[in-house]
């Protein structure tokens, strides 16, 4: 099991706040100073005791000079620096690890997520719903490519595995401290964040609001990436794909079969045939093709298993700033 990096804090000026927001940073410097004022005037309104903990995932540009000097200056300001970048999901690990609030709010530091929809996600949470998340209902500004390869993959997703995981619903979401200690108890490293929630019921209540373009710096998400996250999502959150390889496999073997009986049977019966070149190379190579599919398919889930059997940490911690524990380097 897995603790978290930081026991609560609960002395001196990190008295348990009641809001925590977690806000993952990769190369993120021309942004900073503006969501840093966007940051503070949503401190401003809400209702509690409120932390902001930027999580620095490896970046290469003048995110972490800038952040440590902010978060030195803000006592409400907390600066976690993984030693690389981890990646988006287990940025935000760390980050929810670190948070003493009693609720817990994960948001995009490039302002594609508003601060002011958190005033509304606390709203909702006062009504009683353990997890709130935020649904884009309008996604300005993003390729007709990336809405309709999101929709696809959403509905795919839906129809591949039984967790209820919400369409148009990103990492943005405010979640209770109860939901986030069985979140901390989840040691997985196929980490796809927005199912794990999604697998964990409580209830869970939705909050519409209008993505707005990314107006400073570039997306750190290219397409790859985005492969990379729908991959392991589907992977971790679904075992139909390995139901797949399974019965797909027997019914394209029964046909090769079928096939060999009839070539052997024409070979012994009939007169004159001449082997169909053509017909033997492409069945060969479809079924070779089949074959390697199927392997990967199932190479997916191996390289999972050794991915969790290493039982390595989630990440690794070069540096805190503005917490009142001593640094320890990683999470056990
Ligand atoms: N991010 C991160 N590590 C990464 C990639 C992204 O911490 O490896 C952060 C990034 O700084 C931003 C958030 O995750 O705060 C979402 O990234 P981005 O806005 O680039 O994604 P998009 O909105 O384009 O899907
Ligand atoms: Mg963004």
């Known amino acids: 099991m897995r603790a978290s990096v930081i026991q609560s804090v609960e002395t001196g000026v990190n008295a348990s706040p009641r809001y925590s927001l977690v806000l993952p940073i990769y190369n993120e410097e021309q942004v900073l100073p503006r969501l840093i004022e966007r940051i503070m005037s949503l401190i401003s309104r809400l209702d509690g005791e409120t932390e902001a903990i930027f999580v620095d995932d490896g970046s290469h ?33 760390a980050g929810m690890d670190a948070a003493a609030g009693d609720a817990v709010i994960v948001m995009d530091a490039d302002l594609q997520d508003p601060p002011e929809v958190v005033l509304d996600l606390v709203a909702k949470w006062k009504e009683g719903f353990e997890i709130v998340y935020a649904r884009r209902v309008k996604r300005e500004g993003e390729s007709w490519f990336k ?44 980490r796809f964040v927005r199912g794990m929630f999604g697998w964990m019921g409580f209830k869970q209540a939705a909050v519409p609001f209008e993505r707005p373009p990314r107006t400073i710096g570039q997306t750190k998400y290219p397409f790859w990436k985005m492969m990379h996250l729908a991959v392991h999502a589907v992977v971790s959150f679904s075992e139909k794909p390995l139901h797949f390889a399974l019965w797909g496999g027997s019914a394209i073997s029964a046909l090769a079969l079928t096939f060999g009986a009839y070539a052997v049977f024409a070979w012994i019966f009939e007169t004159g045939v001449i082997a169909g070149w053509t017909s033997t190379v492409v069945i060969v190579s479809f079924l070779c093709g089949i074959n390697l599919f199927m392997t990967g398919v199932v190479g997916l889930y191996v390289g999972s298993i050794h991915a969790e059997v290493k039982r390595r940490p989630l990440y690794v911690i070069n540096r805190l700033t503005g917490f009142d524990e001593p640094v320890r380097a990683i999470a056990d």
């Open 147 to 190: 809405r309709l390869s999101a929709d696809l993959f959403y509905r795919f997703l839906e129809k591949m595995t039984p967790v209820n995981i919400p369409r148009n619903v990103g990492d943005f979401r405010l979640v209770g401290r109860h939901a986030l200690d069985v979140f901390r108890h989840m040691p997985e490293h196929d």
């Open 61 to 93: 540009d003048g995110s972490v000079k800038y952040l440590r000097r902010v978060v030195t200056a803000e006592p409400r300001f907390r600066l976690i620096e993984l030693s690389r970048n981890f990646g988006h999901q287990i940025a935000i690990t």
